[in-house]
């Protein structure tokens, strides 16, 4: 039993660890791109993806050996632990198919986890740290295949990650039904403040969920088209090359020469 003190949402420990993240994901995939060959950037997003499946498994073991939790309740169907999976497949695959679902999990479902963590015990409590290396980690991946493998979503992909979020509940309420879990938050909200409190009660909260992931995505993938935008008036912008204009010099030269020419010809 831990003796930490409870969770403070927003408080230093929270807000370092969002930092911490923000700073791995934006400052790794940089620095890869730029200083690194093709393989051993390859290498380093194997080892993202290796560690994305231990601490996993790490995660799942604390919590079984030492917080008394049920196996049943520590699978991998919560939407931050399938997108733990899929983005180490993301990464090791170098798959384009897995990225597109993931990329929308991971902002609509990992940030909103990160920003209100569904925890009991804060800093330095081994179930804070595990949650948000983890979770950290799931938003590290995404970014590096986004910066780095040069990935990027499509407006279709917002639909695939949709109907793939859809499919994932279709089997997990059954799951949930038959262990008495509580997957996706399909049958309560979690019991630490999240968004889920602001969207009326169960069942209308899944609907609302439902809304705000199609609107979200949107938002998600609004910075892709502006950033075409931008590059394309910026291109727009640019002088065509011209072909360099005769100088003073050559056009004497070429005066002399017509001169010359015309006095052999009178000749």
Not at 61 to 79: E, G, I, K, T, V
Not at 175 to 196: D, H, R, V
């Amino acid at each position: 039993m831990s003796t930490t003190d409870p969770l403070v949402l927003f408080g230093s420990a929270h807000v370092i660890g969002i930092l911490l993240i923000a700073a791995a994901g934006i400052g790794l995939p940089l620095s890869v791109r730029r200083a690194t060959r093709t393989r051993t950037r390859y290498g380093i997003g194997l080892a993202i993806a290796a560690l994305l499946i231990l601490q996993e498994g790490v995660h799942i073991w604390l919590l079984a050996n030492h917080y008394d939790r049920l196996l049943s309740s520590l699978l991998p169907l919560h939407l931050c632990g399938l997108s733990v999976l899929l983005t180490a497949w993301t990464l090791a695959a170098r798959s384009y198919s897995a990225y597109e679902i993931v990329y929308f999990w991971a902002w609509g479902g990992t940030l909103q986890a990160l920003l209100t963590p569904d925890l009991e015990r804060g800093f330095p409590d081994p179930t804070f740290i595990a949650f948000f290396i983890g979770h950290g980690l799931v938003i590290v991946g995404v970014l590096y295949a986004t910066l780095v493998y040069r990935f990027r979503p499509r407006l279709s992909s917002i639909f695939k990650s949709l109907a793939a979020l859809l499919l994932v509940v279709a089997v997990v309420a059954p799951i949930n039904l038959w262990l008495g879990t509580n997957y996706l938050f399909l049958c309560s909200k979690p019991e630490q403040a999240s968004l889920m409190d602001l969207l009326g009660p169960w069942p209308w909260y899944i609907l609302s969920l439902a809304g705000l992931a199609l609107v979200s995505s949107f938002v998600y993938y609004l910075p892709f088209p502006i950033a075409d935008r931008i590059a394309a008036r910026s291109r727009a912008k640019r002088p065509s090359p011209r072909s360099p204009e005769p100088s003073a010099h050559a056009g004497v030269q070429s005066d002399r020469r017509l001169r010359r020419d015309t006095a052999r010809r009178i000749g």
